[in-house]
Nanobody, 126 residues
Framework: VQLQASGGGLVQTGGSLRLSCAASGFTSRDYTIGWFRQAPGKEREGVSFLRNADNKRVNADSVKGRFTISRDNAKNTVYLQMYSLQPEDTAVYFC????????????????????WGQGTLVTVSS
């Protein structure tokens, strides 16, 4: 079971990026997928989640209206489309997966996830 995160890079303030989380060894549509990020010197935080049971999407307040999580079942890949990027979005972004049915509050806990990707760096210049 592997998750491969990609798509990070350097972008100017107001720009866009699309991150990908490619799953191998399992069918991602059967799993809840979460995107987390960790900025330099800060703790890892939850950003956006797609729950397997009902395809419910949950976003952190800091990214609402700017980030969208989606799933392409044919490619076994989950995406994080990011618009209107700001310098405070600069971080290493990780995707994570679990087959457990999580309540909303549990989506935010890193301990809820069984598999993690390696992270992809997003840098937003001012």
């Amino acid at each position: 079971v592997q998750l491969q995160a990609s798509g990070g890079g350097l972008v100017q303030t107001g720009g866009s990026l699309r991150l990908s989380c490619a799953a191998s060894g399992f069918t991602s549509r059967d799993y809840t997928i979460g995107w987390f990020r960790q900025a330099p010197g800060k703790e890892r935080e939850g950003v956006s989640f797609l729950r397997n049971a009902d395809n419910k999407r949950v976003n952190a307040d800091s990214v609402k209206g700017r980030f969208t999580i989606s799933r392409d079942n044919a490619k076994n890949t989950v995406y994080l489309q990011m618009y209107s990027l700001q310098p405070e979005d600069t971080a290493v972004y990780f995707c994570a997966a679990t087959k457990r049915n999580l309540i909303i509050s549990s989506l935010w806990a890193m301990s809820s996830y069984d598999y993690w990707g390696q992270g992809t760096l997003v840098t937003v210049s001012s």
